[in-house]
């Protein structure tokens, strides 16, 4: 099945609001133990997070680690809007700071100690410039972990997983997940886009039937 593009950003407030109230427990507290498991010596540093969305797994970071500063991107207003709210009300403010911004466009004072990035790379035209940039935004020999949605064969297979995960969400979410999923890439396509940037020290894993992660050090 060809790859079928999605609206780059999510600046419907309605829709990032739905977004943000979904349970996505389960997703983003694996990714943050993920990381724990892949980088245990981490624990201190400044963590970049491209594509925060509604701020949970930078919340979920500075409390499991709590001497990082967490730093998070996204280039929709409504997201960073939420993610502000979530964090003034975890008491986290004073460690995590969000930008508005897109992810080509980032600028930092110095590079991060680490990068992760859950669930941004479908929503990218051109994926080789997100490699790109975190190659750059990251310290020589720094911690990466990047998880999003894998592509399925058919439409038909997107809807049933659509179907066996999303079964009692709203409407919207189900639709954007299907939408999501058309617009994701298959792990051979990941594999090619890394090769390409030579990136390939970093190492693709299919960790369950609508997810692919990629690990390493950045060099």
């Not at 990381?35 to 245990?40: I, L, M, R």
């Not at 009300?89 to 991060?112: H, K, N």
Request: proline fraction near 7%; glycine fraction near 4%; include cysteine.
């Amino acid at each position: 099945m060809p790859r079928v593009l999605e609206p780059e950003l999510m600046d419907d407030p309605e829709q990032a609001l739905v977004y943000a109230r979904a349970d996505f427990e389960k997703e983003n507290q694996g990714f943050i133990d993920r990381f724990h498991e892949y980088y245990p010596e981490f624990t201190e540093g400044h963590i970049l997070d491209l594509g925060c969305g509604p701020g949970d797994i930078p919340v979920r970071f500075a409390r499991t680690l709590p001497s990082c500063r967490i730093t998070g991107v996204d280039a929709s207003e409504p997201m960073i809007g939420l993610a502000d709210v979530a964090v003034k009300q975890a008491s986290l403010a004073d460690r995590i700071t969000f930008r508005c911004e897109r992810f080509q466009a980032v600028s930092l004072v110095e590079p991060a100690d680490a990068a992760v990035s859950n669930s941004l790379l479908h929503h990218v035209p051109n994926p080789l410039q997100f490699w790109y940039r975190l190659r750059q935004l990251v310290k020589p020999d720094s911690p990466v972990l990047v998880m999003d949605l894998l592509r399925p064969d058919s439409p038909e297979e997107a809807q049933a997983i659509v179907d066996r995960y999303a079964a009692k969400e709203p409407e919207i979410l189900r639709r954007d997940f299907y939408r999501s999923l058309l617009a994701a890439f298959t792990e051979d396509e990941v594999a090619a886009q890394l090769a390409e940037m030579n990136l390939s020290r970093l190492i693709i894993d299919v960790v369950d039937d609508r997810h692919w992660v990629v690990s390493g050090i950045i060099h």
